[in-house]
């Protein structure tokens, strides 16, 4: 067999890579979270007692958050008490117009893409007595920052981190320094240090990019809704979802990957999600911004989980 013309072996190599990079593509397009936005705003104007189409999505995206009861039976697309009251909780977190109704600037802070760790870890279950007064109360939030019981002892202040094996989206070079970088930023206000593992050693903290299920029982769901997700110590890994159309100095379309590392490292070290939008803690981040510095809530919130 007369061997192929190079101009013929290298139209074959071009198409296989614009195969390769339809298949990678595939998994970049927001269809999910387009479904979700134009859900949401077909909702808008929707209130208790009526019934409607995307009000199940809407429970659903409320109770990964912590805001509806998470015993709840989530079967019926009715707009019920628990409904109601999730959504008047979820506008009291965000400072929004407490009015237990689905409206534009309610939907408007749900299609900010956000943190995928909760905003109220234990929430009340759904027989609590049905006064709105006594929920609420059972909802009560700090005002500027919040966090649990889970932390770091005194003998593991000297933390190290590693990157695992996931999706490369940066360079390791370029990740090493953004990463370091946002350790510093809480290295700086607290007793903790954080170091890279060496190569093969265990490590406390483990961060990569994922997409879609990658065995945490907290799946990725593709661009524009979570951004990342940091579990509270002593577990140690900080997932980052590959999906997103990350930077390290964004344009108007892309998320900053300091911005969102600076958070989650601080679930890492246990504080949990602060209503203060200033806040480094603060859930949600808009496309194309950067917000780096730790805030005073920041500050006083590890001061103050590791000085109880």
Excluded at 41 to 69: C, I, S, W
Excluded at 281 to 287: E, T
Aim: a negative charge; proline letters at 6%; charged letters at 20%.
């Amino acid at each position: 067999m007369a061997p192929k013309p190079p101009h013929l072996l290298l139209a074959i190599l071009v198409i296989f890579s614009i195969q390769t990079f339809k298949g990678r593509a595939r998994t970049l397009k927001p269809e999910h979270q387009q479904s979700f936005s134009s859900s949401l705003q077909k909702l808008e104007g929707v209130h208790k007692g009526q019934t409607a189409e995307g009000l199940l999505d809407l429970k659903k995206y409320l109770m990964k958050f912590g805001y509806y009861p998470s015993d709840a039976t989530l079967t019926s697309s009715d707009f019920d008490d628990h409904l109601e009251l999730a959504l008047k909780t979820y506008q009291k977190f965000f400072r929004l117009n407490v009015t237990g109704n689905l409206d534009s600037s309610t939907t408007q802070q749900m299609m900010i893409p956000r943190c995928g760790e909760p905003d109220i870890i234990n929430p009340p279950p759904s027989t609590e007595p049905n006064s709105t007064e006594s929920k609420h109360k059972k909802f009560h939030m700090v005002a500027h920052y919040d966090f649990g019981s889970a932390k770091w002892p005194p003998s593991k202040y000297a933390l190290t981190y590693t990157f695992g094996r996931g999706v490369q989206v940066f360079d390791l070079n370029t990740l090493r320094s953004v990463c370091a970088d946002a350790f510093q930023k809480w290295a700086e206000v607290s007793s903790f240090t954080f170091t890279e593992a060496t190569d093969g050693a265990s490590a406390d903290i483990v961060i990569a990019f994922y997409s879609g299920d990658h065995g945490d029982q907290y799946s990725f769901d593709g661009p524009g809704k979570i951004l990342a997700h940091g579990f509270f110590p002593q577990d140690g890994r900080l997932y980052y979802d590959a999906d997103e159309n990350w930077s390290t100095d964004p344009t108007m379309d892309q998320t900053d990957l300091e911005s969102v590392s600076v958070h989650e490292m601080g679930h890492l070290l246990g504080l949990r999600h602060s209503n203060d939008p200033a806040a480094i803690m603060y859930p949600s981040l808009q496309i194309g911004t950067k917000k780096r510095d730790l805030t005073q809530a920041d500050i006083d919130g590890i001061h103050a989980l590791y000085t109880n």
